[in-house]
Every structure is written in C-alpha cells, then in structure tokens.
C-alpha cells in the first residue's frame, strides 16, 4: 500500500512539474512573439522615413540617381516580408548600407547639410535606429532563454510535446556590428592636454637617471653634499712649510 502512494505521489508530481515546465515554455514563447512584433514596428517606422529622406536629398543631388534608386529597391526587398528573423535581418543589413552611402553622399553637399527638413529626418531616423537595437537586444535575449529551454533536459522532452520549436535570432551583419573608430584630430603624442598617464602625458619621471630625481641607474653617482663652512686660515702661519 505504502507503495502505491510512493507512486500515486511521484506521478503528481511529475503532472505538477510538466504542467510548469510547458506553461513557463508557452510564456517564454509568447515573449519571443511580442519582442519581434516590437522590432516589426520600429522597422516599419524606419521604412516611412525612408521616401522623405530620398525626396529632400533629390531636391539638392538629383544627379545622384543611382544611390537614390538603390536606397529605395533596398526598401522594396525590406518591406516585402522576410518569412525568417534571419533573413528579415540580412534584407535590413542592406538595407543601413544603402542608407549609409546615401548619408555619405549628402555629406557633399552643404546646403543639403543645412536643410532643416534633412536634418529632422536624418535625427529621426538615428533615433529609430537606436530603438531598434534596444528592441533586437530584447528580442535576443528571450530567443536565447527559449532556446536554452526547448535543447535542455528534460524540458526539452515537454518542448517536444507540446511542438515548441527555437527560436531564431535577429543579428545584423557583422559589417553592421562593427566598431567606429574614433579620430582625436591631429594632436601629436606629447603635446599639452594630453590624457593623464596617456601617451605624451606630462609628470614626474620614475625612469632610471630621469631629469627631475635621485638616479636610480645601476652604477649612477650620487650628488655630493655641499662642503661645511670652515676656519678661516691664520695669516700669521706659514702655509709652505712643511710643518705648518
């Protein structure tokens, strides 16, 4: 009898434990769904911008056709529906380089530079773009929470169950991930201004036989100390004899 409810028991509790493992799985699930339809709409944002800007730098560098078209055809590709998080991402990778020459050749141009309308849609379109990072950060990290759920044991077997599949990533290129490097103009190392303990900073020297303090360098002499005031001589003595 006592063998019965040991198993009764176990059988509870293994109920108890499916139940919480596929209710936390269809949570972790859902999450994954709201943090790319977060992304969706910052893209979507991104793309109605995108005609504005394509207009305004026209009126200033009409010549310019050939950027102007491919901004627009990486638009098109972007806006048609990628059936993956990862080729929707590969679609938008072109999508900023296309973008990102378009800004380049705007550079060129100064009264473009200055136009109000450019820089509002130049300002808007950086703000989406950090939104989108924070939202594929998000996204990101609940699609790696998922996954570890659905490839680890034992959850993996209720996962199996209940036909909860991985979930993909949302990565931009690794062009796209790159670091700017960041250009401090023309300064020479050791000039004034120069960051504390940086290179051509400015201070006391530690080195061996530095200007400035004692030598430390193997071999080095010391200073000699300044000689004590002595007796004046007696001028009644004869300093050439030998005796004196």
């Known amino acids: 009898m006592i063998i019965v409810w040991i198993l009764l028991a176990l059988v509870v509790l293994l109920g108890i434990w499916g139940v919480v493992s596929y209710n936390g799985l269809i949570r972790l699930r859902n999450r994954v769904e709201e943090g790319w339809r977060q992304i969706d709409v910052e893209l979507k944002r991104r793309h109605d911008l995108i005609p504005n800007l394509v207009e305004t730098v026209k009126g200033y560098a009409a010549h310019e056709r050939g950027t102007l078209e491919e901004v627009m055809r990486a638009r098109s590709a972007a806006m048609s529906g990628s059936p993956s998080p990862a080729e929707a991402a590969q679609a938008e990778g072109a999508l900023s380089q296309a973008l990102g020459r378009l800004i380049a050749v705007a550079e060129a141009y100064p009264d473009l530079k ?15 773009e950090d939104r989108i990072a924070s939202s594929r950060r998000y996204y990101n990290a609940l699609v790696r929470d998922l996954n570890t759920k659905v490839e680890s044991v034992p959850s993996n077997v209720v996962a199996n169950m209940a036909g909860v599949k991985r979930a993909e990533y949302f990565e931009t290129p690794a062009a796209e991930a790159a670091v700017p490097s960041i250009s401090f103009g023309d300064q020479a190392p050791g ?3 120069s960051t504390p303990g940086g290179p051509g900073a400015v201070g006391g020297s530690t080195q061996p036989g530095a200007v400035g303090g004692p030598s430390t360098q193997p071999g080095g002499l010391p200073q000699a100390d300044a000689p004590a005031d002595l007796p004046a001589p007696d001028p009644n003595v004869d300093r050439s004899r030998p005796d004196a």
């Open 114 to 128: 200055a136009n109000q309308n450019f820089l509002s849609l130049q300002q808007e379109l950086s703000s989406t």
């Open 191 to 193: 000039t004034f201004g």
